[in-house]
């Protein structure tokens, strides 16, 4: 008996949630716009570097470029976690490694953040930890870096692992 009820909710549940995917409450029309308008305003305070757009195979990815404090002593390539903004790096963090002389270089994955969405994303049309990987590679083009350290936090890890992988000659060192 116990088991039907729970069957039973959980085909309620799935019933709930398809109703509230097809009839649940629709976007404003002009949200589109509303997302333009503040993703090109200043973020004051959170992003301090340089800022700029990077093309990965058609995909523009959002970056920050932080300069180090002194002498630099290299370059940090951050990659951030599944579907998180690299905004999400704590300023803390960010600023220590700064402050030991290093460049720090963190960006929005795509379809996240800053980066632009994947509005032909589908079972049809995937992506892959190796798209995500030239993403990274792209940045460092863009702002013409040879190489750098590679730090990633849960996904940005297996990131950071095929940029190594796939990019040897770029990575002085992996984390």
Not at 29 to 49: L, Q
Not at 64 to 82: F, K, M, Q, T
Not at 100 to 118: E, H, K, L, N, W
Not at 142 to 155: A, C, K, M, P, Q
Request: one cysteine or more; charged letters at 20%.
């Amino acid at each position: 008996m116990r088991k039907w009820v729970v069957l039973a909710s959980a085909g309620l549940g799935l019933a709930g949630l398809t109703v509230l995917a097809l009839r649940g409450p629709r976007l404003p029309r002009d949200t589109a716009e509303t997302i333009s308008r503040i993703r090109s305003g200043p973020v004051t305070g959170v992003v301090v570097g340089e800022t700029g757009y990077a093309q990965s195979s058609g995909v523009p990815i959002w970056y920050e470029c932080i300069p180090p404090v002194g002498a630099e002593r290299g370059v940090v390539l951050l990659n951030i976690s599944l579907g998180a903004s690299s905004l999400y790096w704590p300023p803390a963090f960010l600023r220590a490694l700064s402050d030991a002389g290093y460049r720090v270089v963190r960006y929005d994955q795509r379809g996240t953040g800053a980066s632009s969405r994947m509005p032909n994303w589908s079972g049809q049309h995937p992506y892959s930890l190796i798209d995500m990987a030239r993403d990274g590679v792209a940045v460092l083009d863009e702002l013409r870096i040879d190489r750098t350290h590679v730090v990633g936090l849960s996904l940005g890890g297996f990131i950071a692992q095929e940029i190594a992988i796939a990019y040897p000659e770029r990575v002085q060192r992996s984390r």
